[in-house]
């Protein structure tokens, strides 16, 4: 019997959620990328993060997030080379609770500071 699926802790959706190439396009070709394999792409290449630092980020385990971005690579390169529409959607995660404040340890920060201030608003 496989493991349950454990959510993935995503800062905020992406601002454009698909990608396609210039000349017109088949909807059945399309590329789909999760969310969260989206968030290691974002994480991994843009912000710089190695993938323990994602995995923490993430709140899931370095090997599982070295099978998500690896699965992400995967779609982008077939998106690119074979001129594919790329869409961003679904995938098992969890919106942190910080917003769309930029990802990384400022944001991890923030939101614990949020569930304190959250905490202590209603215990009063």
Do not use: H, W
């Not at 454009?16 to 070709?29: S, T, Y």
């Not at 995660?93 to 404040?101: A, K, S």
């Amino acid at each position: 019997m496989a493991r349950p699926r454990k959510c993935r802790k995503v800062c905020s959706l992406p601002e454009n959620v698909g990608f396609a190439p210039m000349q017109a396009f088949c909807d059945e070709n399309r590329v789909i990328m999760a969310v969260d394999e989206y968030e290691t792409i974002r994480l991994i290449d843009l912000v710089g993060y190695t993938q323990e630092e994602c995995a923490t980020q993430m709140n899931i385990a370095r090997t599982t997030v070295q099978g998500i971005y690896n699965e992400a690579r995967k779609k982008l390169a077939d998106a690119l080379v074979n001129g594919k529409p790329l869409f961003i959607e679904g995938g098992d995660f969890d919106l942190c609770e910080g917003g769309n404040l930029p990802c990384g340890k400022k944001c991890e920060k923030f939101c614990d500071k949020k569930r304190k201030k959250d905490t202590i608003s209603k215990e009063m």
